[in-house]
Structure formats: structure tokens, C-alpha cells
């Protein structure tokens, strides 16, 4: 039996709902506030804050504009609506950033302004904001990558597209006050869409090559502000392959290290941790079983939480899982802590439920549709109860 109930946060009225990205905080540093996206309006998205003692739900946006096109939401409108991709919380500061149209806007202590605009001919990804909330990094791709104003008719070919035609992504880093572009950072011939400032040197940027055909040894990137450089994380040495999948990376809370997962060409799928300071890689194999893909975000270097993989041990198809993993790198040691299932469809990029722990560390927040539709829900994370499976 698993050992936590999950506990509904949004209400049918607010469907369909859903977290922010993963790669970032849906919550106040004290926890007390939850930010999330809903189109109950008409299927037109909009941000959401709720107070979690009181229950309390104010509407942060207006906008009656669908959604924007950019990276996963290859059908939304070009340059116009909300940028679903976009939002990032300064959890620090109760500050939002997101994307309307052309508009980068910031809403702080109950003003939306506009911060910025980005060019015309250029599409948008998953953005990020620096621990010390100074700079914004808003990823783009010169607009041809995904067919400009016309439909996206390959999307997993979008990289093929970008070499051949050789097309660039740049990062583009804002300041939060003024609004100024501080840089334009362009990395020719890539498809750039996430990005994640270091937690602990807005001077390191970690970000990706989406969907490259060589994905094991050119997916994850350290851009180097610093030494104006950068520098590829996982190479073609010590056995691994270019056909390798590689995905989700991110930080650990001291930015030394970044973890992330794949799947080894014709073998097992893992989980992974560089550390910055060396490069040196440890991959751990998981069981055969577990296949089904997912996502990990950490709470500290040695736990994690994932969406996916964990298989029951009753039920080989059971993947629906939120759970748990208490990692040990040195013995290469994973134990599997399964919280509750959370039952979502996984129809869509919304649907995916993208688990994060909140700032204590008590509850696990996600996304499921479990309920017929769209919602936000939590679990406590608690690591003595149900643990499964040791590996």
C-alpha cells in the first residue's frame, strides 16, 4: 500500500490548472503561496496565486489571447497570447515573469508591468530567474526553427531543421529592474529550450540542445559568463554513445553538481550526476522494469523525486507513480520510495505532473488530470513510509 494521500489544491472552477514549469519554484519561499496556470477562462491560460492557510485565490492575469506558439506548445498563436512556457517565479520575492505576445512582463507587489520586449522572427522556451533575482534569462530560436507563422508539421525534427538551415538560439539576459538586455548570448546552429541559472552564480547558466540526433553527448551545456565559454557536460569518453538519451537536467542546491536521466543505447535507463568541478559523470542503471519516462527534481544532492519509472512490484505496467529516491552516489545505492499514485494521463505538456518538493521539504506538489480534469495537487513527503524497492 502507498503511504501518502494526495490532497486536491485547485477546484473544478479553476480547471484546467496546472504548475509551472519544474525547472523552477510554484511557491513562495515560505510556502505559503502557490502559483499556478489555469484556463477556466474560456480555454484562454492565465496565472493564478492561491494562499494555502487561508485558501484565498487571486487572479494575477487578464489576458484573453490563447497561448502563445513557442517550445511544446508548437500550436499556440505566433507572436501573440501567454507564453505557458514562459512563467518563472522569484520564489525569493514573490516576483512573476512571463511572456505575453512580444512583452515580457514582471508582476511585483500587485503591479504587472512591461519589463522588455524580445525581436520579432525570434520563439520563446521555458524561461528562468536568477537566485538573487537580478537577471532574467529568456531563451529564443531564430523563428524558422519551428516553421515561423506556419504550423509545426515535424516536431522531433525541429533540430534537423536548425542545422540544415543553419539557424542559431541566443540567451538572452535581462535585467529585472530596468528591463535592459544585458547580453545577447548567441550559440549558432542549436535549439535552446530550457534554461536554469546556477543557485548559487547567475554567471552560470546550465541549458540544452533539444532533440538532437547525437543527444548523449549534446544535450547539456554550462554557459561560462565568466570565461565567456561553453562547455559540453557529457562526451563520447568512457563508453558513452551519441545514440544515448539524455534529458531533464538540473542543479543541485549547492550548484556543484547537475543531475539528471536517459537511457543508455539498447540498455537500461539511469539516472546521472556531473560534478562541475572535475566533469567527472556517475550513472546509475535502474531495474529493467523500470521504463516508464518521467521527471526528477531534488530537494538535496541525495534526494529526489520522480513522476515516472518506479514500477509496482504487483503491477508491471504501473509506472503512474510519485516517488521518492534516496540516492547514494558513492555506493551507487537508489532506494525507491513510492508516495501515492498520482493518475494523470499524460496527454498533453499540461498533463505532465512535473513534481517538486516545496522549500521544507514536507510535501511534493504536481500537476494530474486524475480527477477528469486539470488540477494541482500535493502529497507529504514522507521518506519512512512505503519504501518498495532498494537497488
Not at 477556466?40 to 494562499?51: A, Q, S, T, W
Request: hydrophobic residues 30%.
Amino acid at each position: 500500500m502507498v503511504g501518502s494521500m494526495m490532497e486536491q489544491l485547485t477546484s473544478e472552477e479553476l480547471a484546467d490548472s496546472q504548475l509551472l514549469y519544474f525547472t523552477g519554484s510554484s511557491l513562495n519561499v515560505s510556502d505559503e503561496r502557490l502559483y499556478f496556470i489555469s484556463s477556466c477562462d474560456g480555454g484562454n491560460p492565465n496565472l493564478f496565486r492561491k494562499h494555502l492557510a487561508t485558501g484565498e485565490v487571486e487572479q494575477l492575469t487578464f489576458q484573453k489571447e490563447g497561448f502563445l506558439k513557442s517550445y511544446v506548445y508548437f500550436d499556440g498563436t505566433p507572436y501573440r497570447g501567454l507564453g505557458k512556457a514562459s512563467v518563472v517565479l522569484d520564489d525569493r520575492r514573490d516576483v512573476v515573469y512571463y511572456i505575453q505576445g512580444l512583452e515580457i512582463h514582471q508582476i511585483a507587489n500587485g503591479q504587472d508591468r512591461v519589463l522588455a520586449t524580445y525581436p520579432r522572427g525570434q520563439m520563446t522556451a521555458f524561461c528562468h530567474v536568477s537566485a538573487d533575482g537580478k537577471r532574467l534569462c529568456v531563451p529564443t530560436v531564430d523563428a524558422e526553427a519551428l516553421w515561423g507563422e506556419e504550423a509545426c508539421p515535424e516536431h522531433l525534427r525541429i533540430d534537423e531543421r536548425v542545422q540544415s538551415m543553419n539557424l542559431s538560439s541566443f540567451l538572452r539576459i535581462y535585467d529585472t529592474e530596468t528591463g535592459q538586455e544585458l547580453q545577447c548570448i548567441e550559440v549558432p546552429r542549436s535549439w535552446i529550450t530550457h534554461v536554469q541559472f546556477s543557485p548559487v552564480d547567475p554567471e552560470r547558466i546550465l541549458y540544452n540542445h533539444e532533440w538532437p540526433s547525437d543527444c548523449g553527448i549534446r544535450r547539456m551545456w554550462l554557459w561560462d559568463n565568466r570565461l565567456q565559454k561553453s562547455i559540453r557536460l557529457r562526451n563520447a569518453e568512457g563508453g558513452r554513445k551519441r545514440e544515448d538519451w539524455v534529458c531533464h537536467e538540473v542543479w543541485t542546491a549547492d550548484g556543484k553538481e547537475i543531475v539528471y536521466h536517459g537511457k543508455l543505447a539498447g540498455g537500461r535507463y539511469f539516472i546521472g550526476k556531473c560534478v562541475l568541478e572535475d566533469g567527472s559523470l556517475t550513472e546509475l542503471e535502474l531495474p529493467a522494469s523500470y521504463t516508464g519516462y518521467g521527471h526528477f527534481t531534488l530537494h538535496s544532492r541525495s534526494l529526489l523525486v520522480s513522476d515516472g519509472y518506479y514500477c509496482e512490484p504487483d503491477n508491471p505496467g504501473g509506472h503512474e507513480m510519485i516517488s521518492l529516491q534516496r540516492v547514494d552516489w558513492e555506493r551507487k545505492h537508489i532506494d525507491w520510495i513510492p508516495l501515492c499514485r498520482h493518475g494523470s494521463s499524460w496527454n498533453c505538456q499540461c498533463s505532465h505532473p512535473h513534481p517538486i518538493f516545496d522549500h521544507a521539504g514536507n510535501y511534493v506538489y504536481f500537476t494530474s488530470d486524475c480527477s477528469g480534469y486539470r488540477a494541482v495537487f500535493r502529497c507529504a513527503a514522507d521518506e519512512k513510509k512505503g519504501l518498495f524497492c532498494s537497488l
